[in-house]
């Protein structure tokens, strides 16, 4: 029989209280954001910032930086696959109206979302 020997890294407390603080910051980005029209970008940032906030969570609360790099790896291509996945399916869905007008505008042109916007040709008038 073969023993393994496995260690657990313990982390101080001080890490721990940093890292809950800047989430916290960072979730204050994330709400103080979402009142400032950034147009297209608004999305961007927001999903910059969850990104950040998962990668803290997943490096430090479970404990990812300290185990295996191979783990590390595989949790870093599955981020970089998603961003790639999302930012083909932004390419798609804000291009489609350059083939298509009747698909860029709204499905249904009497809908509760569409009431308040101004009708200057921001696609309310297609």
Known sequence: MSTVKTSHHIIPFKVYITVFAALLILTGITVAVSF??????????ALFVAGVKASLVAMFFMHLLYDSKLNLA????SILFL??????????TMTRDNLYEIKSGEINKQGIIYKDLPKNGTGSDH
């Open 36 to 45: 400032v029209d950034l147009g297209a970008y608004n999305m961007v940032v």
């Open 83 to 92: 961003v790639i996945f999302i930012v083909f399916t932004m390419f798609d």
């Open 74 to 77: 595989i949790f870093l291509g």
